[in-house]
């Protein structure tokens, strides 16, 4: 049987440091690479990226929608990378944050979660926004492939607060909802202190904003911290935000690392230098 996505997270964490590095081919950062904006530019820089960091990271994060916006032979170019980082030894999530009716669910979760397809990812970011229950087929299969999901709950940009602040007719927010459903579908696998496999994404850019939401952090899975460097949070913020719960925390940076490349020796450092920061703060 396959070893489940939390505890394949928990044993990278502990080897390589909390980290994960997303892959973000922004437009202005293949310039600032001296890179074309096409498809051999993003070519490049996702080599770049993959063979300086897949062996030294826990996870690397792809962002989809650098990729989709080339067409096929972008997501030819995504499919790549998730290959060479998974076979390098990094964890890969998919950040591709998709969301609809169970249905649709499903061809997505066969997208991303199902081994034998050709973007197949240790995890994947999902939307619940049309609902947790419609997340139910993601769910499932990444149950049957040891893999996982991360959830958006409080996601790191100021506009989030707008609906996931949003307290429903039982008095809850809509966050601290997400919260408990994950919270409940890791319960099975996080009996004995393990880490379950079903993560939340909560900005590392929140301060008190999860108190205030009402959240309970404590789920039993992994969560996402995006926002570190150029949403301008640090390390020493993730204490704050996250409270006792910080052991089980994945801090991602995309531009705060990759605007060090293109050269791989800046870019290792980088990534060593905000791994070292982040595992300093979570022990
Ligand atoms: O709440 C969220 C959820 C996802 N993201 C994604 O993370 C990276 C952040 O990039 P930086 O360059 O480190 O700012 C990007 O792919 C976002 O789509 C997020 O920022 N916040």
Same mark, same amino acid.
């Not at 062996?55 to 690397?60: C, G, K, Q």
């Not at 993730?238 to 991602?252: C, D, E, H, W």
């Given at each position: 049987m396959t070893t489940p996505f939390g #505890?394949?997270?928990? *044993? #990278?964490?502990?080897?390589r440091g909390p980290l994960c590095v997303g892959i973000d081919p922004h437009a202005s950062l293949l310039a600032d690479w001296g890179l074309d904006d096409d498809v051999a530019g993003l070519e490049r820089f996702t080599r770049t990226? %993959?063979?300086a960091l897949a062996?030294?990271? #826990?996870? &690397?994060k792809p962002q989809s929608a650098f990729y989709e916006r080339f067409g096929s032979r972008g997501v030819a170019v995504l499919e790549r990378a998730?290959?060479? @980082?998974r076979a390098a030894g990094a964890l890969v999530l998919m950040d591709a944050k998709r969301g609809d009716i169970g249905s649709t669910m499903a061809a997505y979760a066969s997208a991303y979660l199902d081994p034998s397809g050709p973007l197949f990812s240790d995890a994947v970011t999902v939307s619940p926004y049309l609902g947790f229950g419609s997340l139910r087929p993601a769910l499932d299969a990444a149950r049957a492939a040891g893999a996982g999901v991360f959830v958006l709950a409080l996601t790191s940009n100021p506009e989030g607060a707008e609906v996931q602040h949003a307290v429903r007719p039982d008095g809850t927010t809509v966050a601290a $909802?997400? &919260?408990? $459903? &994950?919270? #409940?579908? !890791?319960? *099975?696998? +996080? +009996?004995?202190g393990r880490l379950g496999s079903y993560g939340a994404v909560v900005g590392a850019t929140l301060g008190g904003a999860a108190g205030e939401a009402g959240a309970d952090l404590a789920i039993d899975g992994p969560l996402l911290a995006p926002g570190i460097g150029a949403q301008g949070a640090t390390p020493a913020d &993730? =204490? @704050? %935000?996250?409270? =006792?719960?910080?052991? !089980?925390? %994945? =801090?991602?940076v995309s531009r705060g690392v990759l605007r060090h490349g293109p050269d791989v020796a800046s870019l290792v450092e980088a990534a060593s230098r905000m791994a070292e920061e982040v595992r300093a703060v979570a022990e």
């Open positions: #505890a394949r997270l928990r *044993a #990278a964490m502990d080897a990226v %993959v063979d062996e030294r990271v #826990a996870v &690397l998730v290959a060479d @980082a $909802s997400v &919260l408990a $459903s &994950l919270k #409940a579908e !890791n319960a *099975a696998e +996080a +009996a004995g &993730l =204490p @704050a %935000v996250f409270g =006792p719960a910080v052991r !089980n925390v %994945v =801090p991602s």
